[in-house]
């Protein structure tokens, strides 16, 4: 991961706020889609790389939640927002993952001067400087902080809510389409934090 030279952010300078923003649980039948966004100046990336930083999905769950205190210490600013399984079922996944993204950039302090968002789409009407980056929590190090940020976020409360719908198997999956998941569904039916948009049954 070398944001700087890959995405040619030296341009911007080395005092430059660079923001990375990522999403986890869009494949999810469960729970709401959540969204992280870091900004730290430019001048900072190879701390996040010294701490172990990188994709949240190669990093183990006890790993992760160790680097939550370092990344948060390194950054200027971070912040975690989601989009509600009703506003999920109402406006669709892709546009309620971006939602949830435009809502944690715009509650940044300090303002970034630039986003990297991951994925292909830009989040829309926002008016920051955005650059959008395919398998972005691979390729950048601000992004990969923030996957982690919204990956244990995510985990987290799912795990709380585990305890409430012991029948979903919700701490093992996560809210994700798990045969195990799935008989349940078939079962004992769906509670008001699936997603009713979702194809929850089949498979």
Same mark, same amino acid.
């Given at each position: 991961m070398a944001d700087e030279t890959y995405f040619k952010?030296?341009?911007?300078?080395?005092? !430059?706020? +660079?923001?990375? +923003?990522?999403? &986890?649980? /869009?494949g999810a039948l469960f729970g709401p889609v959540v969204a992280a966004a870091v900004v730290l100046p430019l001048s900072q990336l190879p701390k996040l790389q010294e701490i172990g930083v990188r994709d949240s999905k190669q990093l183990s769950p006890q790993k992760r939640q160790k680097l939550i205190e370092p990344i948060k210490a390194i950054a200027s600013g971070s912040h975690v927002s989601y989009s509600t399984v009703e506003e999920i079922d109402k406006i669709n996944i *892709?546009? !309620?993952?971006? *939602?949830?993204?435009? /809502? !944690? &950039?715009?509650? *940044?302090? #300090? =303002? #970034?001067?630039?986003?990297? &968002?991951?994925?292909?789409?830009?989040? #829309? %009407?926002?008016? *920051? #400087?955005?650059?959008?980056?395919?398998?972005?929590?691979?390729?950048?190090? =601000?992004?990969? !902080?923030?996957?982690?940020?919204?990956? =244990?976020? /995510? %985990?987290?409360?799912?795990i709380d809510l585990a305890s409430q719908y012991p029948e979903y198997d919700l701490a093992a999956n996560k809210g994700y389409p798990t045969k195990k998941h799935r008989l349940a569904i078939q079962k004992y039916g769906v509670v008001i934090h699936h997603r009713k948009s979702f194809s929850l049954k089949s498979k």
């Open positions: 952010l030296s341009e911007y300078g080395q005092d !430059a706020l +660079v923001a990375g +923003v990522d999403e &986890v649980g /869009r *892709l546009q !309620a993952s971006l *939602l949830a993204m435009k /809502r !944690a &950039v715009l509650a *940044l302090n #300090p =303002v #970034p001067d630039i986003c990297l &968002v991951d994925g292909k789409f830009s989040i #829309p %009407d926002l008016a *920051l #400087p955005q650059k959008t980056i395919i398998q972005g929590d691979r390729q950048s190090l =601000v992004i990969g !902080a923030a996957s982690i940020l919204a990956k =244990v976020w /995510r %985990d987290n409360l799912i």
